[in-house]
Antibody, heavy 116, light 113 residues
């Protein structure tokens, strides 16, 4: 059974960057796309992009292009989301989720709060 | 982008009664390569990540109670809870994985009447 374990809560000031990690276990890390989805307080789910661990290839939602970077470290089966130029609108829970065509495994979420 | 809409926004159903949630995609999400509709349903309870209930529009994920079922094809889909239980109180989302960007419906809140 696959598991995704995310890093802990982050508090950042406007204009700063944040890097969230997602450690995969229980499946062949390199073979499955990893997506990132965020959820602002009381709001719905917003897709941000994916990374393919085998190649490092990425695809970003247009809204986040230029501000988001997805990377991975295959030696420790971990993917990373980095989001820069943070504003209060980026305050949200950030989830990693594995694609098996559909999103079958989800991380527990990482709360990022942007506040001055 | 494929726009996903859901109706109703919320519903309240008596325990043991049927609950149905509708989801509509702005274009066909039927994948001709595998003859399946690229649609998932998720359940999200407060403080928890989304949980996959249904994929390929009609296939129940392992461990999901059989009171949950998915139906539909093309652009119109339905999630049905045949006999609502107290633990089913949650927000339900549909999502298409036909193409990029992946898009979600706005969610439907289900409560007990």
């Amino acid at each position: 059974q696959g598991q995704l374990l995310q890093s802990g809560t982050e508090v950042k000031k406007p204009g700063a960057s944040v890097k969230v990690s997602c450690k995969s276990s229980g499946y062949t890390f390199r073979d499955y796309y990893m997506h990132w989805v965020r959820q602002a307080p009381g709001q719905g789910l917003e897709w941000m992009g994916w990374i393919f661990p085998k190649t490092g290839g990425t695809y970003y939602a247009q809204k986040f292009q230029g501000r988001v970077t997805l990377t991975r470290d295959t030696s420790i089966t971990t993917t990373y989301l980095e989001l820069s130029s943070l504003t209060s609108d980026d305050t949200a829970l950030y989830y990693c989720t594995r694609e098996n065509w559909f999103f079958d495994y989800w991380g527990q979420g990482t709360l990022v709060t942007v506040s001055s | 982008d494929i726009v996903m809409t859901q109706s109703p926004d919320s519903l309240a159903v008596s325990l043991g009664e049927r609950a149905s949630i509708n989801c509509k995609s702005s274009q066909y999400i039927f994948d001709n390569s595998n003859k399946k509709n690229s649609l998932s349903w998720f359940q999200q309870k407060p403080g928890q990540p989304p949980r996959l209930l249904i994929y390929w529009a009609t296939t129940r994920q392992s461990g999901v109670p059989d009171r949950f079922s998915g139906s539909g094809s093309g652009t119109d889909f339905t999630l049905t809870i045949s006999s609502l239980q107290a633990e089913d109180v949650a927000v339900y989302y549909c999502q298409q994985y036909y193409n990029l960007p992946r898009t979600f419906g706005p969610g439907t809140r289900v409560d007990i009447k």
